[in-house]
């Protein structure tokens, strides 16, 4: 994952919306889910919340 990736599967994780990551990263809601499709395929989950767990886990793991 690049850097940006990582900082906005962490939001994802803590909940946010596009907009409220694009809000904290300065960055617009579409680069986020541009962002967040990404993820998906990089880490084999088709959902938000599947990324989410996905971060927890590596997280607290």
């Known amino acids: 994952?690049?850097?940006?990736?990582?900082?906005?599967?962490?939001l994802v994780a803590e909940g946010l919306t596009n907009r409220a990551i694009g809000d904290r990263l300065f960055i617009s809601p579409r680069t986020v889910a541009t962002h967040v499709?990404?993820?998906f395929e990089k880490l084999g989950t088709s959902?938000?919340?599947?990324?989410?767990?996905?971060?927890?886990r590596r997280?607290?793991?």
């Open 1 to 10: 994952m690049t850097a940006t990736e990582t900082r906005v599967a962490l």
């Open 47 to 56: 959902s938000r919340t599947e990324l989410a767990a996905t971060v927890i």
């Open 59 to 61: 997280e607290v793991g």
């Open 37 to 39: 499709a990404h993820l």
